[in-house]
């Protein structure tokens, strides 16, 4: 394609000094395509790829996309440019075709990192394969014999869409590998960077913070993880939904979605206070039947951000234990204190056994005792609510009562919050009363 080398730029032929003055590209690129195309087409391409810079831009613009500086849609349309040239002189089997080079690659990261979409990018590729065709192809009509024009014009054309077709396909392949680096390396950052806070630190500085959070603001922390073992389909899809269906219903602004160590972190976080129900809506919210959560309290600033972290994960460890009960979510302002109690399990039996004695045996009969039982003592001493609750009649929970208190041997209200806590812990975590902890008279000193 002998017409490619007597490309010259509108203004008459640069020297090799002025082309270098004038020209984005890298110098090893520079070096390659005047070997390849000679010093006067690839003046003609840098000062096309120019001209078609302030086109796309101003394309973008009027199209409402997000822009970029024209400098770097210009660098990005002068190496693609130029790449095209060498490949159309090259063929099609040359490097150009299946490769981006470290420009092009950097520009991808740019955009990815500065949360540019992808359709955003393809589309600049298009553009520039647009405007530059339309040049090149007004250009040929003055460089090849009037016989020769539609030829030449098919065979650049063919060419050109060639090479944008696999351009294109590059850039997304790139863009999809770089988002997934950026994804981690981001995630990462914001991990160390809660790590680093709920252990102590000061909040990022503003300018520095990979989390772009209020922290003065209000905080609500909740750790996901799956009941399934099987793989599910778009659960980070589903999983994202829920959260953000869950900032809707608490007003929050930002959403921090975090995978770690087989479990999802949740944050909400809002410039001002969270609703006091702020637990209870995370708790109720709707969810995937697969779904479970541990939800930390709510909090303000600083310290009530690392007092939801902490909650959330202190309530996430007892509620993945072996033998703990099977709910789908699990609030620290209703079990956390049952956490710290199951830290050490052999205690917590041996706790559980020495208050309740043989109301802690086996069968459904001592299991409906002790459920009426927490349920009464939780409530204030109330029958007739623990009966609108368990659809019983009063006389019902009086008996089950009674009974408990010929079980103990003294009647619950006498160590009311020792019976409860016990109660509570065996309910949280059944298998504590089949822990073989429970057959000892004390703990392990």
């Known amino acids: 394609m002998d017409w490619v080398r007597q490309l010259t730029p509108a203004g008459g032929v640069w020297s090799e000094t002025e082309l270098r003055e004038r020209a984005l ?29 302030e086109q796309i831009t101003e394309m973008e613009r009027a199209g409402g996309f997000p822009t970029a500086s024209s400098g770097q849609v210009r660098q990005a349309s002068e190496v693609a440019f130029l790449r095209l040239l060498m490949a159309i002189v090259a063929g099609s089997g040359h490097e150009e075709y299946s490769t981006l080079t470290e420009d092009l690659l950097g520009i991808v990261r740019l955009g990815v990192r500065r949360g540019l979409p992808l359709d955003v990018l393809l589309n600049r590729v298009w553009a520039i394969h647009s405007v530059t065709r339309d040049q090149l192809i007004a250009d040929l009509q003055h460089i090849v014999p009037e016989q020769q024009h539609a030829a030449v014009t ?14 294109a396909y590059r850039v997304a392949i790139a863009y999809e590998e770089e988002q997934r680096a950026w994804r981690g390396w981001r995630t990462e950052n914001q991990r160390r960077a809660i790590n680093a806070v709920v252990e102590g630190a000061d909040a990022p500085d503003p300018d520095t913070d990979p989390l ?19 793989w599910i389909p778009d659960a980070e899809v589903a999983i994202a939904d829920f ?5 809707d219903e608490l007003g929050a602004e930002r959403v921090i979605i975090l995978e770690h160590e087989r479990a999802t972190q ?10 006091e129900e702020a637990a209870a809506r995370i708790a109720g919210a709707r969810r995937p039947e697969w779904l479970r959560l541990a939800v930390g309290p709510h909090g303000d600033g600083v310290e009530g951000f690392r007092d939801s972290v902490r909650g959330a994960l202190l309530t996430e460890r007892m509620a993945r234990l072996p033998d703990a009960a099977d709910w789908p ?11 710290l109690l199951a830290a050490d399990r052999d205690t917590a039996a041996w706790f559980v056994r020495h208050e309740l ?7 459904v009969r001592l299991a409906e005792m002790r459920d ?9 001493n109330s029958r007739v609510l623990v009966a609108k609750e368990l659809h019983l009649a009063p006389n019902t929970v009086a008996y089950r009562v009674g009974k408990a208190n010929e079980l103990l041997g003294r009647p619950v209200a006498d160590r009311a919050h020792q019976v409860l806590l016990a109660l509570q812990a065996a309910h949280a975590l059944p298998g504590l009363l089949q822990s073989a902890a429970i057959g000892r008279d004390a703990p392990r000193g």
């Open 357 to 363: 004695g043989a109301l802690g045996g086996p069968g």
């Open 212 to 230: 772009d959070v209020h922290w003065s603001g209000g905080h609500a922390y909740a750790v996901a993880w799956f009941t399934e073992k099987s």
């Open 25 to 53: 590209s890298a110098p090893e690129l520079l070096d390659r395509a005047i070997d390849l195309i000679g010093v006067s087409a690839t003046a003609w391409a840098v000062e096309v790829a120019a001209r078609a810079a």
């Open 329 to 339: 979510v699990w609030r620290f302002d209703e079990t956390g204190h049952l956490a």
């Open 154 to 167: 098919r065979q650049a054309s063919t060419a050109m869409l060639d090479y944008a077709k696999s351009h």
């Open 243 to 247: 959260a953000h269906s869950v900032a």
């Open 266 to 275: 949740l944050w909400w976080n809002s410039p001002v206070s969270l609703s």
């Open 372 to 380: 009426t039982v927490r349920r009464y003592l939780a409530s204030g």
